[in-house]
């Protein structure tokens, strides 16, 4: 595998049920991202891990908790989801979280399309 | 605030035709600006990137042109083709560690 890497790649679940998505980097970056999309709608930014450190969490509902037990690996833990969670769940990684005076391109993976009925 | 905004599609274009999508951005300072294509199922792509003003950042044919005084950073391509059909995001950051995206442009190239 290269890249970034999403699992699963579609998601059904029902309000009550407990999910996880998962996210694996293949690329040696120290930095790991989830974002939401939804439809017409600019992505939305929900958590930064810097070195498996959680350095943002921009006002995300508790319904969702992040995991990322080491830099490879990230994790977006799911409970009692709404229906307005619907959306595209995507990782992207980083080769570090800040850098003063630039920027580091984000590699994003596919995506997990969430539908909660 | 930091904040893009670009044109609302979807975009339907023929084959060979010219492609402008609009991006304007807020920001303080001086960010650095991107365009990603996210095409069918699969992630953002990084397609072209410029860091200060009147940089061109180009890439597979795309080209955008970093302007300061009016806030854009408008994409365009000369003659695009069916495999340009994708979902193209403009985004700033000011450090490197929040990117701001616009809401997605949807562009389809027919025939």
């Known amino acids: 595998e290269t890249g970034v890497t999403q699992t699963p790649r579609h998601l059904v679940m029902g309000m009550t049920n407990k999910k996880s998505l998962k996210c694996e980097q293949h690329l040696g970056h120290n930095a790991m991202y989830w974002y939401k999309q939804s439809a017409k709608k600019p992505l939305e930014l929900m958590f930064v891990y810097s070195l498996e450190e959680r350095v943002e969490n921009n006002s995300v509902p508790s319904r969702f908790s992040p995991e990322c037990p080491n830099s490879s690996h990230l994790f977006l833990h799911l409970h009692t989801l709404q229906p307005e969670d619907s959306a595209l769940y995507l990782c992207?990684?980083?080769?570090?979280?800040?850098?003063?005076?630039?920027?580091?391109?984000?590699?994003f993976g596919p995506g997990t399309r969430l539908t909660v009925t | 605030g930091n904040s893009v905004t670009q044109m609302e599609g979807p975009v339907t274009l023929s084959e060979e035709a010219f492609l402008t999508i609009n991006c304007t951005y807020t920001?303080?300072?001086?960010?650095?600006l991107f365009w990603y294509v996210q095409y069918p199922g699969e992630g953002l792509q990084l397609l072209l990137k410029a860091t200060k003003a009147d940089d061109k950042g180009s890439n597979k044919g795309f080209e955008a042109t970093y302007r300061k005084e009016t806030t854009s950073f408008h994409l365009e391509k000369g003659s695009v083709q069916v495999s340009d059909s994708a979902v193209y995001f403009c985004a700033l950051t000011r450090t490197g560690n929040q990117f701001y995206f616009g809401t997605g442009t949807s562009l389809t190239v027919i025939p």
């Open positions: 920001a303080t300072g001086y960010p650095s």
């Open positions: 992207a990684s980083s080769q570090e979280w800040w850098v003063s005076g630039g920027s580091y391109e984000q590699y």
